[in-house]
């Protein structure tokens, strides 16, 4: 089993959809999640930090389940600019800090 | 704010020849690491260096050697390019070991023919 798992898509939507991507993890230990963004032939960018309270930022909430081990990410009121890769990240807080990445879920939001 | 950069940020190989891609970063941070990224294979940790002075194996190790020179750079070296080695290259950095997540460069697209 794949430490970081998500759905790949790809995920086609219309501007002003609402899309939710999950994904879970495999090691209960992880400290820390992520979100992050990747565009064509880009590096990946960090979209947002995961909290266990759950975490709002404009138009992107991140929810975090830790009895599940499992992470989502809602875009609400997609825009043609929300077109990239979604990789959801992991830190399992080892000495060398290492960060586990999902492979990805292509998201395309067309008009 | 210059953040990690790489360099080249293209290059291509012929079998058995060597080259070293340069990464630095000018946040101050401890922890550096070099990924490798293939179509449906996600990003693959080679190396990394959690502090200056210290190097070890990621996953994918084979085939690639690195130096952490100092606390900014942190290079990865072919030593005999192959065309498995065909890929995008990204360095990252962190403070806190990871804990807040990574800086990335912006890659090296290497073609080895």
């Known amino acids: 089993r794949k430490e970081v798992e998500q759905d790949p898509g790809p995920f086609n939507v219309p501007e002003g959809a609402t899309v939710a991507f999950n994904c879970t993890y495999s090691n209960s230990a992880s400290q820390s999640f992520f979100w992050y963004r990747q565009d064509c032939r880009k590096e990946p960018k960090l979209l947002m930090s995961?909290?266990?309270s759950g975490n709002e930022d404009g138009r992107f909430t991140a929810q975090l389940n830790r009895a599940s081990q499992y992470i989502s990410l809602l875009i609400r009121d997609s825009k043609l600019s929300d077109s990239a890769t979604y990789l959801c990240v992991v830190f399992r807080g080892t000495s060398y800090g290492k960060l586990t990445f999902g492979q990805g879920t292509i998201l395309t939001v067309h008009p | 704010n210059a953040g990690v950069t790489q360099t080249p940020k293209f290059q291509v190989l012929k079998t058995g020849q060597s080259m070293t891609l340069q990464c630095a970063q000018d946040m101050n941070h401890n922890s550096m690491y070099w990924y490798r990224q293939d179509p449906g294979m996600g990003l693959r940790l080679i190396y990394y260096?959690?502090?200056?002075?210290?190097?070890d194996k990621g996953e994918v190790p084979n085939g690639y050697n690195v130096s952490r020179l100092n606390k900014r750079e942190f290079s990865l070296r072919l030593e005999s390019a192959a065309p498995s080695q065909t890929s995008v290259y990204f360095c990252?950095?962190?403070?806190?070991?990871?804990?807040?997540?990574?800086?990335f460069g912006s890659g090296t697209r290497l073609t080895v023919v």
């Open positions: 260096s959690a502090s200056e002075g210290t190097t």
């Open positions: 995961v909290y266990s």
């Open positions: 990252a950095s962190s403070e806190s070991a990871g804990l807040y997540g990574y800086t």
